[in-house]
């Protein structure tokens, strides 16, 4: 007789023994990607673009690197290994084809309270002249990094947790009035922590609740502490930085190669520094030496683990957050997939892996991706090629960026985070689409100005739950039959000629952030099902949980009148006039597949809606059509559609 223990292992070996080996490929294709673009990649077609796209993301990348690494309170040489290690790992495991991991501010900002606070600056007069042996740098040092790679080590751990408990299914509770506010008011923190090196002032590090408050009471009551010098520097920077990315911006479309301000003001500042000596002459701070060559791999201080999961759980959850976003932002644009489980993984490898090698926490950066859009990348090769240039930079360039003056760096930090600053232009949009959002927006904000990053975007989440459970109970068509699965039902229409490629679809649910995604989805899985197949659908056929949509269909067309169907241009009718309830991710869900129609070439008409959708949907977005799109009920749209169509035959046989 077999034991309990035996039967259970023999029950697990034959299950080893049942997996085969197409399964395990089909596992590998899934969780490394680079697995299937790789052998496919057009060497032809995308090496030059990849390969310019390459060189300026390098020269983007070392220019941050060093900026953000300050910004964590380590030394700079620690930002190029963070621009190196983790971008080559989302190369191999991350589906974002315009993504580029690496230093991000927000992100060494968060690891920066870790550091200040179990390494203060007022503990460097002890440790400073001691020797580590590694890096040729002190040990004050080495245990400023050894905290910023204890926090970079145990967030990508909670990352991985994340992907293993497939938590990316609920990234819809990261609306885009959250991300947004959140984004905002930690690159607000950003600025903030830069001031004191455009001004040249000494000034304790301030952190904690109110802290931003109390920097800025700080330096008004020292502003006669203030470096002139330092701030002339700092605001000459500035505007160089602006005025040249700005005509970067207007002429990009007539120049292939845009003018690398950054590197280029690097070197100018340092040449300047050095020849003029202004590091005595005139007090400038300056990067100090930078070694060359790369580390020796060496485990983060476990010892510290304990004492930064406040710190790590917010590099992990304000890093995935603004990396998902500009993944799927990419994805939206060039028209392919994101899977946000296998986003978990592939961040939270770039977190735990590099930390072995000396690396600051990283994530995605608005500003990198935006550069692969200009210059025209394919693919994340041009995130590999930047990665040899910047192994050249650690090599051989690294160690004479000596005199680069630290308020040039603290000016292209500030500059680099223009993209998250101009966020507070979306306010308009949100007040004129939902009130709400507009309100969620700015209370989430001020909680990130008053704590932090990681609280602002806590709260955010939590407010529009709330907010969005008071609201539903005052629409009539929530119930609980509407979160159950469902099947598509039919109407036949007396004049079936009339509806010929015409879809119905009736909206019967409010359409807000915790379903406009499966809305989304089970709407152009009709769309798609129904430009394949011109039949009927069979009358079971069955959506998947928690449908929201009920679709009508007028029967089929077959014979001669296949023909004539095809000859003509489908339309999708929306009855909203169930949707009594929508905040701003519905309004974009909306907009969304009226853009994603059009690119099929089926007209979106929208039947039944209230005053409010119609004012938001314009608000939102920009509803390019020659023809009417709203409709006061479906009747109308359908007598729109026989007037246009019947004109439209009129005008053929009239060319004839």
Request: charged share 15%; aromatic share 10%; hydrophobic share 45%.
């Amino acid at each position: 007789m077999m034991t309990g223990a035996k039967r259970k292992r023999s029950a697990v070996w034959r299950k080893i023994q049942a997996v085969r080996s197409e399964d395990i490929k089909i596992w590998c294709m899934r969780r490394l990607p680079i697995l299937k673009w790789a052998p496919v990649y057009n060497w032809k077609e995308n090496l030059i673009p990849d390969t310019v796209s390459g060189m300026m993301l390098a020269i983007q990348q070392v220019t941050q690197g060093l900026a953000f690494a300050v910004l964590s309170s380590v030394h700079p040489v620690f930002g190029l290994y963070g621009s190196f290690f983790p971008v080559i790992i989302y190369a191999i495991f991350g589906m974002g084809r315009h993504v580029v991991t690496g230093t991000f501010a927000l992100t060494s900002l968060i690891s920066a309270n870790a550091v200040e606070r179990l390494v203060p600056s007022a503990s460097a007069n002890f440790t400073t002249n001691n020797n580590s042996g590694i890096l040729s740098l002190s040990e004050f040092e080495m245990q400023r990094i050894g905290v910023a790679a204890a926090v970079s080590f145990l967030g990508g751990i909670i990352q991985v947790a994340m992907f293993m408990l497939q938590l990316g299914s609920a990234t819809f509770l990261l609306t885009e009035p959250v991300i947004s506010a959140m984004t905002t008011g930690a690159a607000t923190h950003v600025v903030t922590s830069q001031v004191k090196y455009l001004l040249g002032m000494k000034m304790p590090y301030i952190s904690g609740p109110l802290g931003f408050f109390h920097i800025y009471a700080y330096i008004f009551e020292n502003i006669g502490s203030v470096q002139l010098e330092t701030l002339l520097l700092s605001l000459l920077s500035i505007v160089v930085l602006v005025l040249v990315k700005e005509l970067n911006e207007k002429f990009q479309r007539n120049i292939k190669v845009v003018l690398p301000i950054d590197l280029l003001l690097i070197i100018a500042t340092s040449v300047a520094c050095y020849y003029a000596d202004m590091e005595y002459v005139y007090g400038l701070e300056v990067v100090g030496h930078i070694p060359d060559g790369l580390p020796s791999p060496k485990a983060p201080p476990m010892n510290v683990l304990p004492e930064v999961v406040t710190e790590a759980f917010g590099v992990a959850l304000v890093g995935y957050v603004a990396s998902l976003a500009l993944a799927q932002g990419s994805a939206k644009k060039f028209k392919y997939s994101v899977d946000d489980n296998q986003e978990f993984l592939a961040h939270g490898l770039s977190n735990v892996i590099p930390s072995f090698f000396f690396c600051i926490p990283s994530a995605a950066a608005m500003g990198r991706t935006a550069l692969l859009y200009s210059t025209g990348a394919k693919t994340q090769v041009a995130c590999l090629i930047s990665c040899v240039l910047i192994l050249v930079v650690i090599y051989a360039i690294g160690p004479m960026l000596y005199w680069l003056p630290m308020c040039v760096l603290a000016s292209i930090i500030v500059v680099g985070l223009k993209g998250m600053l101009v966020q507070f232009r979306d306010l308009k949009k949100y007040w004129n689409v939902d009130k709400i959002d507009w309100s969620i927006w700015i209370s989430t904000y001020m909680f990130t100005i008053c704590f932090a990053a990681n609280v602002g975007l806590l709260y955010g989440v939590v407010c529009t739950i709330v907010i969005v459970i008071f609201r539903f109970p005052r629409t009539k068509t929530l119930n609980l039959k509407n979160v159950k699965e469902e099947e598509y039902k039919y109407k036949a229409e007396d004049n079936c000629e009339s509806l010929n490629q015409v879809k119905i679809v009736s909206v019967n649910n409010p359409l807000v952030f915790l379903n406009a995604r499966k809305f989304h989805a089970d709407l152009i899985k009709i769309i798609q099902k129904d430009s394949t197949n011109s039949q009927a659908y069979e009358d079971a056929n069955k959506c998947e949980q928690n449908t929201l949509l009920c679709s009508f269909s007028n029967g089929s067309c077959r014979g001669e009148s296949l023909q004539s169907c095809n000859s003509e241009r489908h339309v999708l009718i929306l009855d909203c006039s169930g949707l009594n309830l929508f905040d701003y991710t519905g309004v974009s869900v909306l907009l969304q597949i009226y853009m994603d129609c059009k690119n099929r070439h089926i007209d979106v008409l929208l039947a039944h809606c209230k005053d409010s959708l119609i004012k938001a949907m314009q608000y939102g977005g920009n509803l390019e059509s020659e023809n009417p799109v709203f409709f006061e009920s479906i009747s109308s749209a359908i007598d729109a559609i026989q007037i246009h169509r019947n004109y439209s035959k009129f005008s053929d046989q009239s060319e004839v």
